[in-house]
């Protein structure tokens, strides 16, 4: 079964600095990885997504993933946070074998110190 | 493109009525859409998937019979929560996608559900 984890439950950072969140996932074939963003009370944003190619990928909001098959991992990256990039992100992993469905991460919350 | 819409955006009822939640592809044809039940401070939990002009398929532990899946075009689908008390209360999302978007979900805006 897939299954995807988000080790940190929270990340506080403050604004001007960088910002890494971690995801690990558990998927018996080629998966396809996503990083999503929601505000408070709002749906999901796609902020990127991985199906191959170039393991360094870049989204949107100044944001960037990177692939690492032999570590199981997608990591977030964004150089220099704004106060506005305070919100919940979810990793989710899916793939053909899926049958098109998502497994989400338990989500990691990120607080900006002004 | 690609906006998927919920109406309504939150909604109040008393226990033991149903509610019926709205999940429309705005400018694409969606050949399947999912529905998804998300706790205060937890991540999503997919409820079950539908394909248009067939039956949803559900995911282990949710009842088919309380949570309605309608996927009547390839444009709309229904989530209708018969009998509601108040642990169904949620907020409940759906997304949908296409085929030739293979594995791309478009999320909507979510449904906040508050039974009385």
């Known amino acids: 079964a897939q299954s995807v984890t988000q080790p940190d439950i929270h990340i506080t950072v403050s604004e001007g600095a960088s910002l890494e969140l971690r995801c690990n996932y558990s998927?018996?074939?080629?998966?396809?990885l996503f990083w999503y963003v929601q505000s408070p009370g709002q749906g999901l944003q796609l902020l990127l997504k991985?199906?191959?190619?170039?393991?360094l990928v870049q989204g949107i909001k100044g944001f960037e993933a990177e692939f690492k098959r032999s570590q199981s991992s997608f990591n977030l990256r964004k150089p220099s946070v704004h106060w506005s990039d305070a919100a919940e992100y979810f990793c989710?992993?899916?793939?053909?074998?899926?049958?098109?469905?998502?497994?989400f991460g338990g989500g990691t919350r990120v607080l900006v110190k002004p | 493109g690609a906006v998927v819409s919920q109406h309504p955006s939150w909604v109040i009822c008393k226990s033991g009525t149903s509610v019926k939640i709205e999940c429309r592809s705005l400018?694409?044809?969606?050949?399947?859409m999912f529905w998804y039940r998300q706790f205060p401070k937890q991540s999503l939990m997919l409820m079950a998937t539908?394909?248009?002009?067939?039956?949803?398929?559900?995911e282990q532990g949710v009842e088919k019979d309380k949570f309605l899946i309608n996927h009547a075009s390839l444009t709309l689908s229904t989530l209708t929560v018969t009998s509601a008390h108040p642990e169904d209360s949620s907020f409940y999302i759906c997304?949908?996608?296409?085929?030739?978007?293979?594995?791309?979900?478009?999320f909507g805006p979510g449904t906040r559900l508050t039974v009385l």
């Open positions: 539908s394909n248009e002009g067939s039956k949803a398929t559900y």
């Open positions: 997304s949908a996608s296409v085929a030739a978007a293979y594995n791309e979900q478009f």
């Open positions: 400018d694409f044809q969606a050949t399947t």
């Open positions: 998927y018996g074939a080629t998966p396809y």
């Open positions: 991985y199906f191959s190619g170039d393991t």
């Open positions: 989710a992993v899916g793939g053909k074998a899926a049958g098109n469905k998502l497994t």
